[in-house]
């Protein structure tokens, strides 16, 4: 698929567009993490720069934010030359085909949407042979929606099982998108379950104390902060809105 990478935002879109709305998300997770009980400084901003121009994603960069998340191979190729010299650490969040493996470990730190079984075993398989690690989160799909990827919450913990027999990959945490919606309280649960099984993983020595939960984009954060997020994966709040809604980016089965 030839993908045409564009700027989603406003055509007067510049450096000052970009830092006014990364000043506000900051400003919301400060709030959010104070309301919790939390420290700000245990909770990441990740860039989630689909359809973003890298020119855009450059001006963030600048304002000091590091951490990055594309969704597509093709994207991550259009904008590498521009990127790769910045001081950013990229991460994959969107569904990982098999055959991608090998292009997707030219330009990324970490993966974050290891799903299924097949996909360790051909990750490990690649990094053996290019002898390197790769930093990993297990993708759970807390919504139970067929529109979403993600392994089934009554086998994540089966999976993580796996991933930790493999030296290749370094387990992170875990990483959910959870249900679109408007209201907190109807996305809460999935944010909730992403964490009790993080709990139950530690206790079961499948990760560690300080594993990271990404969850949580520009509508919701604030309730995935409330419920232990320490990633939040923040686009149209910092660039502009999608021609579409978040709803028709993610549903990865009809774009993959």
Not at 57 to 73: M, P
Not at 230 to 250: C, E, L, M, N, Q
Request: some cysteine; aromatic content about 6%.
């Amino acid at each position: 698929m030839n993908m045409q990478v564009k700027n989603i935002s406003s055509p007067t879109s510049n450096g000052h567009f970009v830092r006014a709305n990364l000043a506000a998300v900051k400003n919301r997770i400060a709030a959010a993490a104070l309301s919790a009980g939390r420290n700000v400084n245990e909770i990441r901003l990740l860039l989630a720069t689909k359809t973003v121009s890298a020119e855009l994603i450059a001006e963030a960069v600048a304002s000091r934010e590091t951490l990055i998340g594309e969704n597509k191979v093709q994207e991550l190729k259009q904008k590498d030359s521009l990127l790769s010299p910045l001081a950013v650490e990229r991460h994959f969040i969107g569904h990982l085909q098999s055959n991608k493996i090998k292009d997707i470990l030219k330009y990324v730190n970490c993966i974050q949407s290891v799903d299924r079984p097949d996909l360790i075993e051909k990750l490990d398989s690649r990094l053996q042979f290019e002898g390197r690690q790769m930093d990993i989160f297990i993708q759970v799909n807390t919504s139970f929606e067929e529109s979403k990827f993600g392994i089934s919450p009554d086998h994540a913990i089966d999976l993580l099982r796996m991933a930790n027999r493999y030296e290749t990959l370094n387990i992170k945490g875990l990483m959910t998108i959870g249900l679109f919606d408007a209201d907190p309280e109807k996305v809460r649960p999935s944010f909730r379950l992403l964490q009790q099984i993080s709990n139950n993983a530690v206790d079961l020595g499948l990760l560690n104390d300080h594993s990271a939960l990404s969850m949580g984009m520009s509508g919701d954060l604030e309730t995935a902060i409330e419920e232990g997020a320490t990633i939040v994966r923040v686009g149209t709040a910092i660039f502009g809105k999608r021609i579409h809604p978040d709803s028709y980016y993610w549903n990865e089965q009809k774009s993959a």
